[in-house]
């Protein structure tokens, strides 16, 4: 079984700012892992992915994540921060060699982005 | 963009009723999962369908929950009788086939207030 904790429930910034939304995850096996973002009212959308190769992945608005295996974490940065990017924020893992589909996730991240 | 749909979108029933949620996949995704996301929390994954079968529902509280995909197509999750407790936003994804090159789509989602 495998485990998600995202160490801030909430994170205030202020546009044009950096931003890191921490998350650790426990697994005796593989994992894939992911970070969902969710805005007021709708559903999940997928912000980026680590399957394999290189631990460093990217989304296409700003947005990327680091794989470390030692410290088993997937910590989400944005260099810079819009008012648009005020949302809920998800990681989540899932066995490697199993359903894709089958996730566990965190308890979430509320960014809010201030002018 | 194809979306997956879910109706209704808001539902309030009193306690001991029955209710019951629809969704209606991206056309030719064979792997549908209904996740269900207490206010302040993560979602978590109930049941999951390739085509018309169910593949894992371990997590599908049994006594009052029930889901079904007849047609292999869309899907129905039901509660009877509700509590108060799955007060929750329940939602659907569906995924080409459940591997890792099959990225997750997320509906809206059914928002249940039991009252």
């Known amino acids: 079984a495998q485990s998600v904790t995202q160490l801030d429930s909430q994170v205030p910034v202020f546009e044009e700012a950096p931003v890191e939304l921490r998350c650790n995850y426990s697994?005796?096996?593989?994992?894939?892992l992911f970070w969902y973002v969710q805005y007021p009212n709708q559903g999940l959308q997928l912000l980026l992915k680590y399957l394999s190769g290189s631990t460093l992945v990217e989304s296409i608005n700003g947005f990327e994540a680091e794989f470390n295996k030692s410290q088993t974490s997937f910590h989400l940065r944005k260099p810079s921060v819009h008012i648009s990017d005020t949302a809920e924020y998800f990681c989540?893992?899932?066995?490697?060699?199993?359903?894709?589909?089958?996730?566990?996730f965190g308890q979430g991240t509320i960014l809010t982005v201030h002018p | 963009e194809a979306e997956v749909a879910q109706s209704p979108r808001y539902k309030i029933t009193e306690k001991s009723q029955a209710v019951a949620f629809w969704c209606d996949p991206i056309?030719?995704?064979?792997?549908l999962y209904w996740y269900r996301q207490i206010l302040g929390q993560g979602p978590e994954l109930l049941v999951q369908?390739?085509?018309?079968?169910?593949?894992?529902d371990s997590q599908l509280p049994k006594d009052r929950f029930s889901a079904e995909r007849l047609k292999g197509v869309d899907s129905t999750l039901k509660i009877q009788p509700a509590e108060l407790g799955d007060s929750a936003m329940y939602l659907c994804a569906s995924s080409l086939n459940g591997g890792n090159n099959s990225p997750l789509h997320f509906g809206n989602g059914t928002r249940l207030t039991v009252t």
């Open positions: 989540a893992v899932s066995e490697s060699g199993t359903s894709y589909g089958k996730l566990t």
């Open positions: 697994s005796s096996v593989s994992v894939y």
């Open positions: 056309s030719g995704h064979a792997t």
């Open positions: 369908f390739q085509d018309e079968s169910v593949v894992d």
